[in-house]
């Protein structure tokens, strides 16, 4: 991902963008260019919270949940993910 495809996603500006993804306005002036995948997840994570309604965000912290104490994958179907009618969204915790 871009650094400024993160800002445009995220209000446009450092100050927001770092407000939605929980790090400091420096970190984000700080950021390289493209976005290491770390970073990449962080701002794709903030763009779920700020969009998929809270129903669809507490389902899927359970499944993380279960994942983190049993392992393997999860999955989800939902009408409304993202807008997109019949989307699946499965998560996958990396064992590393």
């Known amino acids: 991902m871009q650094k400024q495809t993160a800002l445009r996603l995220l209000g446009g500006s450092p100050a927001l963008v770092a407000r939605e993804v ?25 763009l779920a919270r700020k969009h998929l309604p809270t129903n669809i965000l507490a389902e899927l912290e359970s499944m993380v949940d279960q994942q983190s104490t049993g392992g393997g ?13 019949g989307a699946q969204l499965e998560v996958v915790r990396d064992a590393a």
């Open 22 to 46: 929980g790090v400091s306005v420096q970190a984000v002036n700080q950021w390289p260019d493209p976005l290491p995948a770390r970073i990449a997840d962080r701002v794709l994570a903030a």
């Open 73 to 85: 994958a999860a999955g989800a179907s939902t009408p409304h993910a993202i807008g997109t009618p």
